[in-house]
């Protein structure tokens, strides 16, 4: 059974810090990855999706890497604002049909103006 | 920017009572799920739906759960009664494809009572 762990749960950084979140899986028979974001009380907005056969994906101010092989992703999220505070998910793709997706627990961001 | 909108946004029920989740999935998309989020726990996946059919569904989806598109653009999920454990926020995605993104609406909090 695919299980989902991120570290820390809660990481406060001052404004205009790098930061790196961290994801791992047990299984690493996945189809893809995708990083969220959850605002409280609020749904979820999708932040970017990494396809297995990808090591990495940008946006913007985020980069995702994937190594399928050791069961690991890291959220970079470069110079971060205030406005980043947020609960970060990520969230890996298997299944059958391959688009199950299995949840971590978040790791709740605060950045400090 | 197409979204996937979901009604009603909070729904109060009696235990033993029928809810039905409404969701109204983004227009081209293909492929279309329900999740759910109890208080302090992590997004769990309920169950995954294409082509009229369900296509994967988790333990948790059991015989008191139903979902249906009854028309071009609803995607329901029923609940056929409810229990106190049922109280959760129930999120609806959709995909244009299945290995692709997944689009989240903002949540349908259920509370039992």
């Known amino acids: 059974k695919q299980e989902v762990t991120q570290i820390p749960a809660a990481l406060s950084v001052p404004e205009g810090e790098n930061l790196v979140l961290n994801c791992s899986f047990t299984?690493?028979?996945?189809?893809?990855l995708q990083w969220f974001r959850q605002d409280p009380g609020k749904g979820l907005t999708s932040l970017l999706l990494?396809?297995?056969?990808?090591r990495e994906q940008t946006s913007g101010r985020l980069n995702a890497s994937l190594d399928k092989s050791s069961g690991r992703s890291t959220l970079y999220i470069a110079a971060s604002q205030p406005g980043d505070s947020a609960t970060y998910l990520c969230?890996?793709?298997?299944?059958?049909?391959?688009?199950?997706?299995?949840f971590g627990g978040g790791t709740r961001v605060l950045v400090k103006p | 920017e197409p979204e996937v909108t979901q009604t009603p946004s909070h729904q109060v029920t009696q235990m033993g009572q029928e809810v039905i989740l409404r969701c109204v999935p983004i227009?081209?998309?293909?492929?279309f799920y329900w999740y759910r989020q109890i208080l302090g726990q992590k997004v769990e996946f309920l169950v995954s739906?294409?082509?009229?059919?369900?296509?994967?569904k988790s333990e948790i989806f059991d015989d008191q759960f139903s979902v249906e598109r009854p028309d071009g653009s609803n995607f329901t999920l029923k609940i056929r009664s409810t229990k106190l454990e049922d109280s959760a926020m129930y999120f609806c995605?959709?995909?244009?494809?299945?290995?692709?993104?997944?689009?989240f609406g903002p949540g349908t909090r259920l509370t039992v009572t």
């Open positions: 995605a959709s995909s244009d494809q299945g290995f692709n993104e997944q689009y």
């Open positions: 299984d690493s028979a996945i189809y893809n």
């Open positions: 990494i396809q297995s056969s990808q």
């Open positions: 969230a890996v793709g298997s299944g059958a049909a391959g688009n199950k997706l299995t």
């Open positions: 227009s081209n998309h293909l492929y």
């Open positions: 739906f294409y082509n009229n059919e369900i296509s994967e």
